[in-house]
T-cell receptor, first 112, second 114 residues
Framework: GENVEQHPSTLSVQEGDSAVIKCTYSDSASNYFPWYKQELGKGPQLIIDIRSNVGEKKDQRIAVTLNKTAKHFSLHITETQPEDSAVYFCAASGDSNYQLIWGAGTKLIIKP | DAGITQSPRHKVTETGTPVTLRCHQTENHRYMYWYRQDPGHGLRLIHYSYGVKDTDKGEVSDGYSVSRSKTEDFLLTLESATSSQTSVYFC?????????????FGPGTRLTVL
């Protein structure tokens, strides 16, 4: 079955700098790759997603890139702000079901 | 939280007692999920439902059962709670009519088994 690995587990960056979180997946049939943000005491919330027919997608300061050949995808946050501090999860799924396979999460710390 | 509520939000119980957690949605979404979240493990799927009375196991289903008698309610039962089931439990919903497989999450239930 599908397996998703996420790195790093903790990332500390200076406010204003960029942050990059990387995930790899094992099932070449996976075609949907969302990223979720979880703030303290809340459930995860979708922030951006990408399908396998697209190599990159941007939404303001957030971007996701996908390399299907290498089976990895990354989340890029530019000009980080204090409110970006949270835990970020990547996930993957295919068309065959509505289950998401989740990475273990990355705690992003923005230093003032 | 996209019309999803979980009850109770916090519960402390003793080993060996039965516990039922409730997830209620007002979105009429077809799919409902129960996850547990533990440090270092991210989100792990316990059970999910793809319709009324239609459920299936996830990767960590041992010791848990579920029921869905109505579209809006999905119950998670720990028949005899153990300390290893101390965790934060999240309910999520999704629907085939949505673009992609976006899941919407409830606020979570923190369960402590003493």
């Amino acid at each position: 079955g599908e397996n998703v690995e996420q790195h790093p587990s903790t990332l500390s960056v200076q406010e204003g700098d960029s942050a990059v979180i990387k995930c790899t997946y094992s099932d070449s049939a996976s075609n949907y790759f969302p990223w979720y943000k979880q703030e303290l005491g809340k459930g995860p919330q979708l922030i951006i997603d990408i399908r396998s027919n697209v190599g990159e997608k941007k939404d303001q300061r957030i971007a996701v890139t996908l390399n299907k050949t290498a089976k990895h995808f990354s989340l890029h946050i530019t000009e980080t702000q204090p409110e970006d501090s949270a835990v970020y999860f990547c996930a993957a799924s295919g068309d065959s079901n509505y289950q998401l396979i989740w990475g273990a999460g990355t705690k992003l710390i923005i230093k003032p | 939280d996209a019309g999803i509520t979980q009850s109770p939000r916090h519960k402390v119980t003793e080993t060996g007692t039965p516990v039922t957690l409730r997830c209620h949605q007002t979105e009429n979404h077809r799919y409902m999920y129960w996850y547990r979240q533990d440090p270092g493990h991210g989100l792990r799927l316990i059970h999910y439902s793809y319709g009324v009375k239609d459920t299936d196991k996830g990767e960590v289903s041992d010791g848990y059962s579920v029921s869905r008698s109505k579209t809006e309610d999905f119950l998670l039962t720990l028949e005899s709670a153990t300390s290893s089931q101390t965790s934060v439990y999240f309910c999520a919903i999704s629907d085939p009519g949505l673009v992609g497989n976006e899941q919407f999450f409830g606020p979570g239930t923190r369960l402590t088994v003493l």
